[in-house]
């Protein structure tokens, strides 16, 4: 229903671009090290998603969709293109949508995201006391 309306400026961030915003396992470390409310927060609250991950893909670390939105309302850091978006209705994929980049609609749709600037953007803004230890970690690679 929502799809079939005429609404413009409709954004749709799929899961195939927001995979790329891997939280890493030395990510999580890092995080863990800068103490902090904030910090032990976001420590205590992924390990489900960790062990989520592991156990359906064999990924290490966590997919962090959400902040995706937020960091690109910030700075664009994602790439749309206008696609038409539909709802299979029936069978096996029922609920899953379908994109038809072919099919011009009035959709943006997600193809690809700046994951370096996302992770700036995110520990500048959430862990802003410790961006000179964020900086050093990105100058030796290590997140």
Same mark, same amino acid.
């Given at each position: 229903?929502?799809? !079939?309306?005429?609404? +413009?400026?409709?954004?749709?961030?799929?899961?195939?671009? +927001?995979?790329?915003?891997?939280? +890493?396992?030395?990510?999580?470390?890092?995080?863990?090290?800068?103490?902090?409310?904030?910090?032990?927060? @976001?420590?205590?609250? +992924?390990?489900?998603?960790?062990?989520?991950?592991?156990?359906?893909?064999?990924?290490?670390?966590?997919?962090?969709?959400?902040?995706? @939105?937020?960091?690109?309302?910030?700075?664009?850091?994602?790439?749309?293109?206008?696609?038409?978006?539909?709802?299979?209705?029936?069978?096996?994929?029922?609920?899953?949508? @379908? @994109? !038809?980049?072919?099919?011009?609609?009035?959709?943006?749709?997600?193809?690809?995201?700046?994951?370096?600037?996302?992770?700036?953007?995110?520990?500048?803004?959430?862990?802003?006391?410790?961006? !000179? !230890?964020?900086?050093?970690?990105?100058?030796?690679?290590?997140?």
């Amino acid at each position: 229903i929502f799809f !079939d309306q005429s609404y +413009t400026n409709v954004f749709l961030y799929t899961l195939d671009v +927001t995979y790329d915003i891997l939280f +890493t396992p030395n990510m999580r470390e890092m995080v863990h090290q800068f103490k902090g409310e904030i910090a032990d927060f @976001v420590f205590k609250i +992924t390990p489900f998603y960790v062990d989520f991950h592991w156990m359906q893909e064999r990924t290490l670390g966590c997919v962090i969709n959400d902040p995706l @939105v937020i960091a690109d309302t910030i700075e664009t850091i994602v790439t749309f293109e206008k696609a038409f978006v539909g709802v299979v209705e029936d069978g096996i994929a029922r609920g899953e949508s @379908v @994109v !038809d980049f072919n099919e011009k609609g009035n959709v943006n749709v997600s193809k690809k995201v700046n994951k370096k600037r996302f992770f700036e953007l995110f520990f500048e803004n959430v862990f802003d006391e410790d961006k !000179d !230890d964020v900086q050093l970690m990105f100058r030796k690679g290590m997140i």
